[in-house]
Structure formats: C-alpha cells, structure tokens
C-alpha cells in the first residue's frame, strides 16, 4: 500500500462519501467538475476536440502518437447523475496514450432532468455515429467506470441482443452492473467503502430509473447474455460495495464463455485509476489494462 494511498482512503470517506450520501446532483457534479480541474491532468501535448456522432455530442482526446484508426469509447460514472467526459479526460487520455489510441467520450444525459432510457439511448447513438464515421467496430474498445461501466457492458449486450457489431474488447472499472443492488457486498462492505454509501444506492437509482425495472440488460448487465461477446476485463476493490457486481459479471461471462480477467485489488477506493495522477497504484492498474488491451488486439505502441 503506497503512502498516497493510506492518505487518500481517509480524505475520501470523511469528504466524498459524506457528500455521496447528502450531496444533491447540482452539488455533486459541481463538486467533482472543480476537483477534476485542480487534481485530475492529462499527458503534456493531449489535443482536445469536440465532435458529434449521431447527434450525441462527444468529448475527443488525442495524445501524441495516436493512431486515428484505433478508438477508446470511453462512458464515464457518476450514478447517471453526475460527471461528465471533461471530469475523466485526463484518466481516458492517460489510457489512450498507452494504448496509441484516440478517446472518444459521449456526453450523454444526465438523471434527473433525463431519466432512462436517456442514458442508454444516448451512448447507443454515438456508438452508431462512430461506426458511421468510418470506424470498424473490431478497432474499438468500450469501457466505463462505475455507472458508466454499466452503460459499457449494457451496449454490449445490446448489440449482441440484436446480433450488431461488437467492439474489439470491453473493460470495466469498479462496474455497477446489477441495479437491483442484490450482491451481499452492499451489506458486508457498507461500512468499509470509503466512497459509496450503500443506503444511498436506492435513492441514486430511483433518480435514473423513474419506475424502469432495474434488471434492464442495457443498463443492469448482470441481466444480460453475453455468449459470443469479445474479451473482457474487470477491476474492483475488495472493500467496495460494487464487488460483487464485479465478480458476479466476471462469472456469467466466463460461464458464457468469454474471454474474461477479473482483477480485485486489496483495499482500494472506487474507481481508482482516477487518481492516477497522485496515486501509484492508479497508474499501476492502467499499466496493466493497456497491456491486456494491447494484447487482445495486437496493438503496437
């Protein structure tokens, strides 16, 4: 355990958590919009673009040496309610670059003002755009973080559904992938996490769904059927509340026969790799999913 980690844990449950649990939207996206301009940097020389696919506006970044024909469809989290691609650029750029590929992040419609099936639709249509852009599907890898990695393995799901192109690969970090919120770790690790107030995950829902069952594979892919799916990888921290969607959606898919990796991580905080900037171990798991990626599509940096 690096020092940056011993001292983050403690900031994060005495601030952010307390701020999950009574945190209305507008302060939590104000919130991690001022604290991903001050902490969160992307590789010196990352050009920034904004650009359109489908209608649905998407956030570009393009580190040094990338290959236009290589993309990370990267959706961030934020419990359908927050965040945005400016909060994760830096994260998804520091990733592109070592994979030598191009970012691109849909800034879909956030809860409460757009309910489902706002989210899901949005990142549908921006997936669509970019194949007709003149993207093949195999060069693409999909990912996200949290709510965002449920909205990742859902598009997967739902092209595999309709029998549509699938990406070259899928990743997840600490994904949400069951809203009915059923894994036994929202209860054994409820007062472990240092971020997630488990007795908030209802209210957060409720908030994004309007009444939609929480077993929708698009949004819920813990639901969904993945036999024929391209390789996946999942990360989590085993003091999360999320480790059992993690786990969980790592079984079905090996059971589906998926080629899949499944990384839990010893005591940290929910989506960590955000943090890449000051914490090691944030650099360290994006180290390791590049080379994973890169090995999975035969990629040369």
Not at 168 to 185: N, W
């Given at each position: 355990m690096s020092i940056m980690q011993r001292i983050l844990n403690p900031w994060l449950r005495a601030v952010e958590k307390r701020r999950m649990k009574t945190g209305t939207p507008a302060q939590l996206r104000r919130a991690l919009a001022g604290q991903s301009r001050m902490f969160f940097h992307a590789p010196r020389g990352t050009v920034y673009a904004q650009e359109t696919y489908d209608d649905v506006p998407c956030q570009a970044v393009t580190p040094r040496g990338a290959s236009e024909e290589r993309v990370l469809f990267y959706i961030h989290g934020g419990?359908?309610?927050?965040?945005?691609?400016?909060?994760?650029?830096?994260?998804?750029?520091?990733?592109?670059?070592?994979?030598?590929?191009?970012?691109?992040?849909?800034?879909?419609?956030?809860?409460?003002?757009?309910?489902?099936?706002?989210?899901?639709?949005?990142?549908?249509?921006?997936?669509?755009?970019?194949?007709?852009?003149?993207?093949?599907?195999?060069?693409?890898?999909?990912?996200?973080?949290?709510?965002?990695?449920?909205?990742?393995?859902?598009?997967?799901?739902?092209?595999?559904?309709?029998?549509?192109?699938?990406?070259?690969?899928?990743?997840?970090?600490?994904?949400?992938?069951?809203?009915?919120?059923?894994?036994?770790?929202?209860?054994?690790?409820?007062?472990?996490?240092?971020?997630?107030?488990?007795?908030?995950?209802?209210?957060?829902?409720?908030?994004?769904?309007?009444?939609?069952?929480?077993?929708t594979p698009s949004v819920s892919p813990l639901f969904g059927d993945f036999e024929g799916a391209p390789p996946a990888w999942i990360t989590v921290g085993d003091t999360e509340v999320l480790l059992d969607d993690g786990r969980r959606l790592a079984e079905k898919l090996r059971s589906q026969g998926v080629d899949t990796t499944l990384q839990v991580e010893r005591d940290l905080p929910h989506v960590w790799p955000i943090f890449h900037n000051v914490l090691p171990e944030g650099r360290q798991t994006l180290d390791a999913l590049a080379q994973w990626i890169r090995q999975r599509q035969n990629w040369v940096v």
């Open positions: 419990a359908f309610v927050f965040g945005s691609p400016s909060t994760h650029s830096a994260m998804v750029a520091s990733l592109a670059q070592r994979i030598g590929a191009r970012g691109v992040m849909p800034k879909y419609r956030l809860a409460p003002e757009a309910p489902f099936p706002a989210a899901p639709d949005d990142v549908r249509a921006a997936w669509e755009g970019l194949l007709r852009s003149g993207v093949t599907p195999e060069s693409i890898v999909v990912g996200g973080d949290s709510a965002g990695g449920a909205l990742a393995f859902g598009l997967v799901a739902s092209l595999r559904a309709e029998g549509a192109p699938m990406p070259g690969a899928v990743f997840g970090f600490s994904p949400l992938t069951d809203l009915t919120h059923s894994g036994e770790s929202f209860r054994t690790n409820a007062e472990a996490d240092v971020v997630l107030p488990a007795e908030s995950a209802d209210k957060l829902g409720a908030l994004f769904l309007r009444g939609a069952s929480p077993e």
